[in-house]
C-alpha cells in the first residue's frame, strides 16, 4: 500500500532533537566509540533513548530560532524558523518538530522506542500546542538511511578517528 511505502521511506529518515541531546552526558569520545558500536541507524536509535531514559530531564527548551537542513549536524544549510520550542516531555517536543519538518513521528525508530518504554506519546491527540504551529514549507530533510543496514565503512573510519582524538598541549598559547 501507499502508505506503507511511505512510512518506510520515513523510518529511513536520521532525525534526532530532544531525546538526543541527552547523549550529551557521555563523555568526549566514549560518543563516537558508542556510535561505531552500535553497527546500524536503528541500534543507534534504540541507544539514544536508553541513554535518554537513564536521567529524564524536566524540561526541554529547543532553539528553532536557525535550524539545519539537509545532512546534519554539519550541514552549512542554514534556515531562518524563528521559533523557541518548550515542553515538559521529549517525545511530544520531537514529534511537534517532526511535523514541523513536514514528517510523520510514528515512523521514526526513536519516538517508537520511547513510546514503548513509557517515555511520552507522539499522537497528535495526546499533545497540548500552545501558540503558533506550522509546518515548514520546503524543507530540506536528511539523506535516506537504511535503519538496519550495518553502518558504512566511511563512517566507521570517521568514528573511531574521533575516539583516538587527544588533547594536544600547545605551550606558546598557554599562560
Known amino acids: 500500500s501507499s502508505s506503507s511505502a511511505a512510512s518506510d521511506v520515513y523510518k529511513r529518515q536520521v532525525i534526532s532533537g530532544a531525546i538526543?541531546?541527552?547523549?550529551?552526558?557521555?563523555?568526549?569520545?566514549?560518543?563516537?566509540?558508542?556510535?561505531?558500536?552500535?553497527?546500524?541507524a536503528q541500534r543507534f536509535h534504540e541507544l539514544i533513548v536508553e541513554i535518554f531514559n537513564l536521567r529524564v530531564p524536566d524540561l526541554f527548551i529547543m532553539d528553532a530560532v536557525i535550524g539545519m537542513?539537509?545532512?546534519?549536524?554539519?550541514?552549512?544549510?542554514?534556515?531562518e524558523i524563528g521559533k523557541i520550542l518548550g515542553a515538559?516531555?521529549?517525545?511530544?517536543?520531537?514529534?511537534?518538530?517532526?511535523r514541523m519538518m513536514g514528517l510523520e513521528p510514528a515512523a521514526l525508530p526513536f519516538l517508537e522506542t520511547a513510546k514503548?518504554?513509557?517515555?511520552?506519546?507522539?499522537?497528535?491527540?495526546?499533545?497540548?500546542?500552545?501558540?503558533d504551529f506550522a509546518v515548514i514549507p520546503e524543507f530540506k530533510l536528511p539523506p535516506e538511511v537504511n535503519k538496519t543496514a550495518?553502518?558504512?565503512?566511511?563512517?566507521?573510519?570517521?568514528?573511531?578517528?574521533?575516539?583516538?582524538?587527544r588533547p594536544q598541549v600547545a605551550p606558546e598559547k598557554c599562560t
Open 20 to 40: 538526543k541531546n541527552s547523549y550529551g552526558i557521555i563523555p568526549g569520545a566514549l560518543k563516537a566509540e558508542l556510535h561505531a558500536r552500535s553497527g546500524n
Open 69 to 79: 537542513e539537509g545532512n546534519g549536524p554539519a550541514s552549512p544549510d542554514l534556515r
Open 88 to 98: 515538559d516531555n521529549a517525545v511530544a517536543l520531537d514529534a511537534v518538530m517532526t
Open 116 to 131: 514503548e518504554r513509557g517515555l511520552g506519546d507522539f499522537r497528535d491527540e495526546a499533545i497540548n500546542v500552545r501558540g
Open 150 to 165: 550495518p553502518t558504512s565503512e566511511q563512517s566507521m573510519k570517521f568514528f573511531k578517528s574521533r575516539t583516538r582524538m
